[in-house]
Nanobody, 121 residues
Framework: QVLLVESGGGLVQAGGSLRLQCAASGRTDSITHMAWFRQAPGKERERAAV????????EYIDSVKGRFTVSRDSAKNTGYLQMNSLRPEDTATYFC??????????????WGQGTQVTVSS
């Protein structure tokens, strides 16, 4: 029902910046939240940031606060994750995901394919 396509990942040196994008198509009128998850090999997946689609409110995990900014342009059906002051520990596969009106209270029911972010030390 909703297709998500991420872009913008790559290799960057520590201290650098990267901007991820997530383009949504299909039933975009059903989106209530967009989140950015990340998972490094051997590590548990964590939700780095989330934006409320309608009002634009945001939440972040402590490790990215002050460095990452999540936003969305609902008119363009696109979400963004601006990542500044990148650290090697930010290296992970980053996934965007959305919660639709059909999802449970804390469920994300559509996921993108992931984009790799590698931060060199």
């Amino acid at each position: 029902q909703v297709l998500l396509v991420e872009s913008g990942g790559g290799l960057v040196q520590a201290g650098g910046s990267l901007r991820l994008q997530c383009a949504a198509s299909g039933r975009t009128d059903s989106i209530t939240h967009m989140a950015w998850f990340r998972q490094a090999p051997g590590k548990e997946r964590e939700r780095a940031a989330v934006v409320w689609w309608s009002g634009g409110s945001t939440e972040y995990i402590d490790s990215v606060k002050g460095r990452f900014t999540v936003s969305r342009d609902s008119a363009k059906n696109t979400g963004y994750l601006q990542m500044n002051s990148l650290r090697p520990e930010d290296t992970a596969t980053y996934f965007c995901a959305i919660r639709s009106v059909a999802a449970g209270s804390n469920e994300f029911d559509y996921w993108g394919q992931g984009t790799q972010v590698t931060v060199s030390s």
